[in-house]
């Protein structure tokens, strides 16, 4: 799949189908995140696997918006330590996760809104570390297709040279 078409039709997967990730395809993942760019260089996460039930389950209820994580066999907490811009560096390196996925026919979707505290109590991390998310992936139970991308069409978001000046001079 080349870049451009994996990231026209990747769609956020919140239902997975009972099927484990391989070890290959999760390194594969793993990878990806660790091959993204970040400020200075700095590298400043930490990728914790999560494949245990239990605590899959008790992070989706340490979250109001993240129930599918209780859904998937497998998700990946993103914590970054040290790092000046957290959120920038450890979003560069998850979508770097996600479009290496969905390349392999494996689905995610971000989860927000974390009792962030408890969540790394439970993940045995310091409370100095930043927690951007924790993220499940899964392979996807509905079809690919059936859902269409709701996007703002590019005139509405795109100006050339000043603002609000939507057509090319
Ligand atoms: C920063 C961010 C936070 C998000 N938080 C949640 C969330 O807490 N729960 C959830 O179900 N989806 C969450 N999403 C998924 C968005 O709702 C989703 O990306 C958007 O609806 C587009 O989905 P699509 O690519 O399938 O069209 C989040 C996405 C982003 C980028």
């Known amino acids: 799949m080349d870049t451009f078409t994996c990231i026209r039709t990747r769609r956020e997967i919140r239902e997975y189908l009972d099927k484990p990730i391989g070890d290959e395809s999760l ?3 793993l990878e990806a995140g660790r091959l993204a760019p ?6 400043p996460w930490q990728f914790v696997v999560i494949r245990n039930k239990e605590t899959l389950n008790k ?3 340490l979250t109001p918006t993240g129930a599918h994580i209780a859904k998937a066999l497998l998700a990946i907490a993103i914590l970054m330590d040290g790092a000046k811009l957290p959120e920038i560096d450890g979003t560069r ?3 770097n996760m996600v479009l290496a996925a969905w390349e392999l026919g494996i689905g ?6 974390f009792y962030e505290d408890a969540v790394k109590d439970l993940l045995g991390a310091p409370q100095r570390m930043k927690l ?6 899964g392979y996807p139970k509905e ?7 709701m996007r703002k069409p590019l005139e509405e978001i795109v100006s050339y040279e000043r603002l609000g000046e939507h057509s090319p001079k």
């Open 59 to 61: 992070i989706a209820s």
């Open 38 to 43: 970040s400020s200075k260089n700095s590298q």
């Open 132 to 137: 951007v998310t924790v993220i499940p992936f």
């Open 108 to 113: 995610a979707c971000w989860v927000t809104n």
């Open 143 to 149: 079809p690919k297709t059936k859902r269409n991308k």
């Open 93 to 95: 390196a998850i979508q």
């Open 27 to 29: 390194l594969r993942l």
